[in-house]
């Protein structure tokens, strides 16, 4: 049945998704983007976890559903996985924070992803591919099944490994052993990354990217593309004509610009 529902809809000219990320700020965002990127586009359903993510990808057997790799319940590499008996047709694009480990395993560009936060030069170059695969390419199982394989190894060995609670890092010629409480946010410097705390700025030899997933994520969030800050250590957030905004800090006084995917972290606020 799943095929021939799947056949009706392409040959039928109606494209449809479905999107399943757990953090409503990235899903709402992916939504606004996709739908401003790929008008014909129509997303049937939207999820904040993989178990509601493969009921509806049963239920509606979507053209395409970007998964994100973390989520509550079933991963989105396990609703990866069912989509080969449940739904065959689906073109899976996965949805991944900044990291090399995800990065390296998609080499061989027969699955594609998205980064966090979605930047739109990169879905519009999704969306060509997947543009061009649909109704002509069916979904490569085969190398979907091994980047699942890949990328779950990484992703295990991730989760076994504790939030980081201390760093070293440069202080002109000195090596300071800093509390990860004690950071007020962390900024990407090309190959480094700054560190900085009340008492001013270290220099941390390991890119931002290779951090972020180490970081306990209840306090630390990405409010940029460079920029993680610790929430304890904000103290207002101002907001410009067009929706983005600048968060005044507690104890440092500069100021940390919000992209307009980040602020709904602070509508309370």
């Known amino acids: 049945m799943s095929e021939i529902t799947a056949a009706t809809q392409t040959a039928s000219g109606r494209i449809t998704a479905v999107i399943a990320e757990d953090e409503q700020i990235f899903r709402d965002a992916i939504v606004r983007l996709v739908r401003a990127a790929w008008p014909e586009l ?52 996965f949805v991944t924070a900044y990291d090399q480990y995800a990065l390296n395993a998609f080499e061989s560009g027969a699955v594609d992803y998205l980064l966090k936060p979605v930047e739109e030069k990169r879905l519009a170059a999704t969306i060509e591919r997947l543009k061009k695969r649909v109704g002509s390419e069916p979904p490569d199982t085969v190398a979907l099944a091994a980047l699942v394989r890949k990328l779950g190894g990484a992703l295990d060995k991730r989760v076994e490994e504790p939030p980081l609670e201390w760093i070293t890092a440069s202080v002109g010629k000195e090596t300071r052993l800093i509390s990860v409480d004690d950071v007020i946010y962390f900024q990407s410097d090309s190959k480094y990354t700054v560190v900085m705390t ?21 306090y630390f969030k990405q409010v ?46």
């Open 198 to 218: 009340a008492d001013g700025e270290a220099l941390l030899r390991t890119p931002l990217k290779d951090i972020v997933g180490r970081l306990n994520p209840t």
């Open 224 to 269: 940029h593309r460079a920029t993680v800050v610790n929430l304890r250590a904000v103290a207002a957030v101002t907001r410009d004509e067009s929706g983005r905004g600048t968060l005044r800090l507690k104890q440092r006084p500069e100021t940390l610009a919000v992209s307009l995917t980040f602020m709904p972290l602070f509508k309370n606020m």
């Open 42 to 93: 129509e997303i049937v359903a939207t999820c904040a976890d993989g178990n509601s993510a493969l009921a509806a990808i049963s239920e509606h057997q979507p053209t395409i559903a970007f998964l994100d790799i973390r989520m509550p319940g079933l991963t989105g590499l396990e609703v990866a996985t069912a989509l080969v008996e449940t739904s065959p047709e689906t073109q899976v694009v």
